[in-house]
């Protein structure tokens, strides 16, 4: 049997980006959530609000570093495995990952080091400074990796010439017509998986009376979040799938199991497509709601599968239920946000056991939609590595073997279990030790203190200018 080397080349980025996906997407959410709780720690003076933000610190430091070790290897891929994509699309791909590289990794790089390390080193002032660019780095990073990536999907400002896409509008390019959808729709994600997790963990240390009066807080900010952004979030995926639906016909048609253009296409809630027989089994659904959905309009037409020949199709039941399952966790999301604040009223959100234990559970949830949402953007765009207008085929390296990707592919594979079963070690370690593990100076309360400061010279008028400032 011969081996594939476009599937299993496909299937090694799949791979890769999969593993890699879920660190940014956290950290990027979880960096915003550090940087507002340094923001009220310097407001307020409160110590509460230092040491829940040093505890995070501690997370997002694992999870960052794994994020970065495996996002490196996405880079050599491009060479390695898509060398034919990678030529032709150097001139705009090229300078976006380096833009990447100078407006974020620099600016990451310069003041991690003062958030991990900072504390009490550094004035308070530039410690939030600190957090705060940090935060912005990851939103960067992700609108260069986002703005290439949406480009890839709906292609603008590029010509495509002898084989090269040449750019002929940066503007067009980079702000091209899924590309706000995509990162606002990235964005809200990120927020929604940083408030998860840290609602998950601050309910789990509620329920074993851990730090009670911090993870409380913690647990009320992250359901206020939680309430904004899950029915946002929400919207936003309308938005974005109107825009799918206008670019990618094909792509909305497999989301929705629809082989027939049809008008007033029902939602099916289950089904069980068949590529071959170009059908679906045992459906589900409402009538006429997909079309109302897709189209705003009863009515509406939506285009079938069957209008492209049957290797432009994408396989059908992984876009299928991928969809699915991301919109399913997306309203137990909003139901969560629902719960959480009917338990509002006199502060039982942080006080119903079962409550708690659903927050647990839903930690996880985000990773999951996220995966889902990606395997829907990127197997859906089969068979085209950029949409329309170069094939996966014509992307490949032209002389890579079956054998050869096999290799690396079982490599990557046993290379990651390493690097993710030592990352979820230290942060099982950090979860576990939890916040009353922080060392922090003690309080000084106002009896305590002077009401005049003993300074040295102070004491050394007093006592004939013998004397020493004793502590």
């Not at 290439?148 to 010509?159: F, L």
């Not at 497509?273 to 709601?289: F, K, T």
């Not at 239920?321 to 919109?327: N, P, S």
Request: aromatic letters at 14%; charged letters at 15%.
């Amino acid at each position: 049997m011969e081996l594939d080397p476009l599937l299993l080349s496909r299937l090694q980025f799949a791979f890769v980006v999969c593993f890699h996906a879920i660190f940014p997407v956290f950290t990027i959410g979880l960096a915003t959530f550090i940087a507002f709780l340094e923001m009220l720690a310097f407001r307020t003076g409160n110590p509460a609000w230092s040491r829940l933000s040093q505890f995070w610190i501690q997370v997002f430091a694992v999870a960052f570093a794994m994020g970065v070790v495996s996002g490196i290897v996405m880079s050599f891929q491009f060479g390695t495995n898509w060398s034919n994509f990678s030529y032709a699309a150097a001139n705009f791909i090229g300078p976006l990952l380096s833009y990447e590289v100078v407006t974020a990794f620099f600016l990451e790089a310069a003041f991690l080091g003062v958030l991990l390390f900072g504390r009490n080193k550094v004035p308070p002032g530039m410690h939030l400074f600190a957090a705060c660019m940090v935060a912005l780095g990851t939103f960067i990073s992700s609108f260069w990796i986002l703005a290439a990536n949406s480009w890839m999907h709906t292609p603008e400002g590029t010509e495509l010439v002898d084989g090269i896409f040449g750019v002929t509008s940066w503007g067009q390019a980079i702000f091209n017509p899924s590309f706000p959808y995509r990162f606002t729709h990235m964005v809200l994600a990120s927020f929604l998986t940083g408030s998860f997790v840290v609602a998950g963990v601050s309910a789990w240390y509620l329920l074993t009376g851990r730090e009670v009066d911090t993870n409380r807080r913690a647990l009320s900010m992250c359901l206020w979040l939680i309430l904004i952004g899950a029915p946002a979030q929400a919207v936003i995926g309308d938005f974005h799938g109107l825009n799918t639906m206008e670019h990618q016909p094909i792509k909305i048609a497999a989301m929705e199991g629809n082989w027939e253009t049809t008008r007033g296409m029902p939602l099916l809630l289950f089904a069980i497509p068949d590529q071959e027989a170009e059908r679906n089994h045992m459906e589900v659904g409402i009538p006429r709601l997909g079309s109302l959905i897709l189209t705003h309009d009863w009515d509406g037409e939506v285009l079938g599968l069957k209008e492209v020949a049957p290797e432009e199709r994408p396989p059908v039941w992984i876009v299928f239920w991928a969809f699915r399952i991301m919109v399913g966790i997306g309203m137990l999301m909003i139901g969560c946000a629902l719960v959480g604040l009917l338990l509002r009223r006199g502060g039982r959100y942080w006080q119903q056991p079962v409550f708690l234990n659903v927050l647990r559970l839903m930690a996880f949830t985000p990773f999951v939609a996220v995966l889902c949402g990606w395997v829907v953007t990127e197997v859906g765009r089969f068979p085209w590595v950029v949409y329309g207008q170069m094939s996966h085929s014509e992307g490949l390296t032209p002389s890579l073997t079956g054998g050869m990707v096999l290799f690396t592919l079982i490599g990557y594979v046993l290379v990651y279990a390493v690097i993710f079963s030592a990352g979820i070690y230290y942060l099982m370690r950090v979860l576990r030790a939890g916040i009353e593990s922080i060392d922090w100076p003690e309080e000084v309360h106002d009896i305590e203190r002077p009401k005049r400061p003993l300074s040295a010279s102070h004491v050394s008028i007093e006592e004939g200018g013998h004397g020493h400032a004793r502590h």
